[in-house]
């Protein structure tokens, strides 16, 4: 099949399309490298340099005809989102938008929308959350992604566009930036091997659902050809929190620091962890990689990348 990935040049988009590659598809990657890095695409992919805000990159994506799009780029700072929600919107919503107009018009079977477990929700009522669970986010990143399930709705419902939304977890791994992702696994590790002291911010205990980024990879390749339009969580289940993370990882890098703790951020959500049982269900999708396994393999990738 002849599939576009959007961000395919950044942490989770690059594994991605090396796998649909693997998988003996014509891949496709769209980025404007704002985030991503140029050595991340397989050399097999054909490379389009875009932002999908622009007019030209939509007429791109129409003349090429995709059979499936895997969507994968945003701006992927939630505090950035809330310091500056109109820039989170322009790129979130309104690149979206002309991404799924340039679908419905070069007749794009399938959309695949990396959407936000962690942030759709906001503070849940129960836990692990499901799918079932009022839609309710904290943030301006949370409401985008929310927004633009909702326009792949209303283009299914419209023009008969298929889509599956994977309500990611929180998902690390090799590759992951450590600047401008912001994920705290990257950031820790990084900080760790240079020798620098990590900061927790508050007191450590707010709990995320970590997913290693193999197993998200595997969700997103059960999802191709999915025959109907539906919200699956992708996570594990599990609730680890900040504090738990910095004593694994300081124990992988053998460093001595103890854990200094900051100012807790303004508006952060306390809690998270996503229920699989519908991708078990649905996908024939559950998390494989434990937290203990997949924080070694990470630590490992970072070490070789960022030993001095």
């Given at each position: 099949?002849?599939?576009?990935?959007?961000?395919?040049?950044?942490?989770?988009?690059?594994?991605?399309?090396?796998?649909?590659?693997?998988?003996?598809?014509?891949?496709?990657?769209?980025?404007?490298?704002?985030?991503?890095?140029?050595?991340?695409?397989?050399?097999?992919?054909?490379?389009?340099?875009?932002?999908?805000?622009?007019?030209?990159?939509?007429?791109?994506?129409?003349?090429?005809?995709?059979?499936?799009?895997?969507?994968?780029?945003?701006?992927?700072?939630?505090?950035?989102?809330?310091?500056?929600?109109?820039?989170?919107?322009?790129?979130?919503?309104?690149?979206?938008?002309?991404?799924?107009?340039?679908?419905?018009?070069?007749?794009?079977?399938?959309?695949?929308?990396?959407?936000?477990?962690?942030?759709?929700?906001?503070?849940?009522?129960?836990?692990?959350?499901?799918?079932?669970?009022?839609?309710?986010?904290?943030?301006?990143?949370?409401?985008?992604?929310?927004?633009?399930?909702?326009?792949?709705?209303?283009?299914?419902?419209?023009?008969?566009?298929?889509?599956?939304?994977?309500?990611?977890?929180?998902?690390?791994?090799?590759?992951?930036?450590?600047?401008?992702?912001?994920?705290?696994?990257?950031?820790?590790?990084?900080?760790?091997?240079?020798?620098?002291?990590?900061?927790?911010?508050?007191?450590?205990?707010?709990?995320?659902?970590?997913?290693?980024?193999?197993?998200?990879?595997?969700?997103?390749?059960?999802?191709?050809?999915?025959?109907?339009?539906?919200?699956?969580?992708?996570?594990?289940?599990?609730?680890?929190?900040?504090?738990?993370?910095?004593?694994?990882?300081?124990e992988l890098a053998g460093t001595p620091f103890v854990r200094e703790h900051g100012p807790a951020?303004?508006?952060?959500?306390?809690?998270?962890?996503?229920?699989?049982?519908?991708?078990?269900?649905?996908?024939?999708?559950?998390?494989?990689?434990?937290?203990?396994?997949?924080?070694?393999?990470?630590?490992?990738?970072?070490?070789?990348?960022?030993?001095?």
């Open positions: 099949m002849k599939i576009l990935v959007t961000g395919g040049a950044g942490f989770i988009g690059s594994w991605l399309s090396e796998s649909l590659i693997a998988a003996g598809h014509e891949v496709f990657v769209l980025d404007d490298l704002s985030t991503g890095f140029l050595e991340n695409v397989p050399k097999r992919a054909t490379f389009h340099l875009g932002d999908l805000a622009a007019t030209e990159t939509a007429d791109w994506i129409e003349a090429q005809r995709f059979e499936v799009v895997y969507h994968q780029a945003a701006q992927l700072d939630v505090r950035k989102s809330v310091a500056d929600p109109v820039f989170d919107a322009q790129v979130n919503i309104v690149g979206s938008l002309r991404l799924l107009e340039a679908c419905q018009k070069s007749g794009v079977k399938q959309v695949i929308f990396a959407s936000s477990g962690g942030t759709v929700y906001g503070e849940p009522e129960h836990m692990p959350t499901s799918e079932e669970h009022a839609i309710r986010p904290l943030s301006p990143y949370g409401i985008a992604k929310s927004a633009v399930e909702m326009y792949l709705d209303y283009y299914h419902k419209q023009y008969g566009l298929r889509y599956v939304s994977l309500r990611y977890a929180n998902v690390y791994g090799p590759r992951q930036n450590p600047h401008g992702e912001a994920g705290v696994i990257a950031i820790f590790s990084q900080k760790l091997i240079r020798k620098a002291q990590p900061v927790v911010n508050g007191d450590g205990l707010q709990t995320r659902d970590y997913v290693f980024v193999n197993d998200v990879v595997e969700a997103n390749l059960k999802a191709l050809n999915y025959p109907d339009s539906v919200c699956i969580n992708i996570g594990t289940g599990i609730e680890t929190n900040v504090n738990q993370l910095f004593d694994r990882l300081n951020k303004a508006g952060e959500q306390k809690r998270s962890s996503l229920s699989f049982e519908k991708a078990k269900e649905v996908l024939d999708w559950e998390p494989k990689v434990s937290l203990h396994t997949g924080l070694q393999e990470t630590y490992e990738w970072f070490h070789q990348r960022y030993m001095p």
